[in-house]
């Protein structure tokens, strides 16, 4: 191993190179200083030219950090991420067909690269059928010059099946939080462990350069073992920033590194506005012991909810990056955790995900329509991807869609009658037997047999002048239509609590109900 800055470590990447990126989100273990080193080599020198940049999450402020720095042209060739909604630079590039872009589902992305560091052909999986991943719509391509098929479909014991194909990896960018001299690597302050090591794993399979970035450097032999996340005969080149931030909103939170547990009195309390009552009423669709996954946008807010009513210690949230337990964090730190229970590597928790493991997700939406399909990945002239929304939506029992109404201050329709882009097909749920709801702040509508139904209605409102009137389609009404809990429009406290313990939670296996003489 050995320890170069920056601006050394990035003179190795070379033209058309295929570039791997760990890290996630808003800053969370994102090789910052690389990704700024990579960029400024390119604005001085024209140089390296048409790189490949494949990271399975989003990376990124929203503004010019993560992916942002790469978003230069002549620079890229082609990006192939979970979401471009972190860097909106990258999704410009995209969307004026000056880049080829790829979003794929980031369990896919997440899992492939252990089938890339073992040598495996590919990834197959049912992930991403019948949605604009499936090459039967789109192949998970956002510009018009992505030509090339990165997915096949497949029949496998007679049933239809996704391959995702494998990367050449030339050199790849990762982050921990201490290196010792030999290039082990320990991420004690991250708050998201990522693939790493298979990241690593598969740019070395690849004859790749594995380049790491630290906070600091310890000597040979101090680093305690079972934390070592990159084993050094894994490394090449190391790279410290002692500045590096734990997120890009937060320099270090020790909740989120699992150092210590907050009081829940500690937990932002949301104000009472639509997003607020939305996640309310999402909340009320918790059991006791649900294993739980939120998405990003309103879908964060439950767990702020479940703090406030005293009940995050009787379900169990979590999120696709690796936290299993307590709150997962919401606005740009979304990702991270606080009082999480385990934080376990990426794609260990889509394969718990993909396996059927959660009882409820709740997702936020985009555009839904008569179908029940759901878009998030392309819409408003936007390119923002799926995440772990396929993963997610597909595989969980059941399925809680949050949004708003309508979208932004002109009230723009999000009920239309054809999505842009099908990001969960609602026609595929109901072939496996998924319940579905989609809450509102006006209305709760559900996947019925024959497509969306309005099932509640905040109070005082009228179904056709303040319901149908402002959708694209018309739904078909519930006979028992009801009206939305009033608790959820006021400031008091919902007493979820006591609503909660009266709910009988769904059998999970019958071999638990042991009989009496052997308990």
Do not use: W
């Amino acid at each position: 191993m050995r320890r170069v800055t920056a601006d050394e470590a990035v003179q190795l990447v070379k033209s058309g190179d295929t570039v791997l990126i760990g890290g996630s989100g808003g800053g969370h273990a994102v090789p910052e200083a690389l990704l700024a080193a990579l960029g400024r080599r390119f604005d001085a020198e024209q140089e390296p030219r048409k790189i490949t940049a494949v990271h399975p999450v989003g990376l990124g402020d929203g503004k010019g950090l993560g992916a942002g720095h790469l978003a230069r042209e002549g620079l890229l060739k082609r990006v192939v991420s979970g979401t471009f909604v972190n860097s909106p630079s990258i999704s410009d590039l995209a969307l004026a067909d000056k880049i080829e872009g790829y979003t794929m589902p980031q369990g896919a992305l997440s899992q492939l690269m252990r089938e890339i560091a073992s040598g495996r052909a590919g990834l197959l999986t049912k992930t991403g059928l019948h949605s604009f991943v499936d090459p039967r719509h789109e192949g998970g391509r956002q510009s018009k010059s992505a030509k090339e098929d990165l997915v096949e479909l497949v029949q496998f014991r007679g049933e239809d099946y996704l391959f995702y194909k494998p990367f050449k990896f030339d050199v790849c960018f990762l982050r921990g939080t201490t290196a010792d001299e030999d290039g082990n690597v320990t991420m004690e302050e991250e708050a998201f462990f990522g693939e790493m090591m298979s990241e690593a794993q598969a740019t070395r399979r690849c004859g790749g350069i594995v380049i790491v970035q630290v906070k600091r450097m310890a000597r040979r032999g101090t680093l305690p073992a079972k934390q070592v996340k990159i084993p050094g005969i894994l490394v090449d080149l190391v790279v410290v920033e002692p500045t590096q931030r734990q997120t890009y909103e937060t320099a270090y939170s020790p909740s989120y590194a699992g150092e210590l547990k907050i009081p829940l009195s500690d937990i932002p309390v949301l104000p009472l506005d639509a997003r607020k009552i939305i996640a309310r009423r999402a909340a009320m669709e918790l059991f006791p012991g649900a294993i739980c996954n939120l998405g990003s946008g309103i879908s964060t807010g439950i767990a702020n909810i479940a703090a406030e009513e005293d009940v995050l210690d009787d379900i169990c949230l979590t999120n696709e990056q690796g936290m299993v337990g307590g709150a997962p964090a919401s606005g740009g730190d979304a990702g991270a955790a606080r009082n999480f229970a385990a934080m376990i590597d990426q794609p260990y928790q889509f394969d718990f995900y993909d396996g059927g493991g959660l009882d409820l997700a709740f997702l936020s939406f985009a555009e839904i329509d008569e179908n029940g399909h759901v878009n998030v990945s392309r819409f408003g002239g936007r390119i923002v991807g799926p995440g772990g929304f396929i993963n997610i939506s597909q595989n969980a029992k059941a399925v809680i869609y949050n949004g708003t109404f309508a979208a932004g201050k002109g009230g723009a329709q999000k009920f239309v009658k054809n999505v842009e882009q099908i990001t969960y097909s609602g026609t595929y749920g109901q072939e496996r037997g998924q319940r579905v709801l989609y809450i509102t702040e006006r209305a709760v509508f559900r996947l019925g047999a024959g497509g969306v139904e309005l099932i509640e209605i905040a109070p005082g409102l009228d179904v056709q002048r303040d319901i149908i009137a402002n959708m694209g389609f018309t739904p078909k009404i519930a006979a028992d239509l009801k009206t939305m809990d009033a608790r959820l429009f006021k400031p008091e406290r919902l007493k979820l609590a006591d609503d909660l313990h009266k709910r009988t939670p769904p059998p999970r296996s019958s071999r638990l109900d042991m009989p009496k003489a052997a308990q």
